[in-house]
């Protein structure tokens, strides 16, 4: 049998991630408190993608550490300036306004979902969609507009009672999205963009959004 086209495949993947992660935060929401329910739509969400980065290298030998994960050489100025530190620089007006209602034992919770999130997202949206051949601006608007639905499935189900705060987010995660693929289609490297992507889970005040400590 003839090996499916990796093109098609990662085409396709995105889509298979956004419907497992529609039907995780169904569940979620409803067997869940609402304070919470937010976990296990999360934990689902990355399964999901730590399932589909594996697959792809076991099966199509698409591999995400084709990619560099390290902070040398340094990329240029522009790029740096451009794709990691202009996305944080969106999210900060958030910590400003917020980060004083929040206890510091969320701020930890904030640097730990931080973390991971910035990690596995990246891992999939940029590592993985990375190698889909084809135009790279198709890439670009392709993987950013399915990483803002993801967010929109997830950030849209929780910030029900804040819909002010959930369109700022849905544009922002839009424009991240365009700049961390752009950087990683210049510079072939995630580890930037990793960086980039957990300042901006930090100042994002996350955990503490979720779980309602951020007014409405």
């Known amino acids: 049998m003839a090996r499916p086209e990796p093109k098609n495949l990662l085409l396709v ?11 995780g935060v169904q569940y979620s929401s409803r067997f869940f408190d609402v304070q919470v329910a937010w976990i296990p ?18 099966f199509i030998g698409v591999d995400v550490l084709g990619l560099s994960l390290e902070l040398e050489p340094l990329p240029a100025r522009s790029r740096l300036a451009t794709g990691v530190i202009v996305p944080p620089l969106l999210a900060l007006p958030v910590c400003i306004l917020y980060i004083a209602e929040v206890p510091l034992l969320f701020l930890v919770y904030c640097l730990l979902f931080a973390l991971v999130n910035a990690v596995t997202e990246e891992a999939f949206w940029r590592g993985l969609l990375f190698f889909r051949p084809g135009n790279r601006t198709f890439t670009m608007l392709f993987s950013a507009a399915l990483f803002t639905g993801a967010h929109y499935m997830l950030w849209g189900r929780y910030l029900e009672a804040k819909g002010w705060f959930l369109y700022p987010v849905l544009g922002a995660t839009f424009v991240m999205g365009l700049l961390w693929m752009w950087f990683v289609q210049k510079e072939r490297n995630l580890a930037y963009p990793m960086i980039s992507h957990f300042l901006v889970n930090v100042l994002n005040l996350s955990v503490a959004v979720f779980y309602g400590l951020v007014p409405a």
């Open 13 to 23: 993947a995105p889509l298979g991630l956004l419907l497992v992660t529609w039907i």
């Open 41 to 58: 739509s999360f934990l689902i969400y990355y399964m999901s993608m730590g399932l589909m980065v594996f697959a792809a290298r076991r």
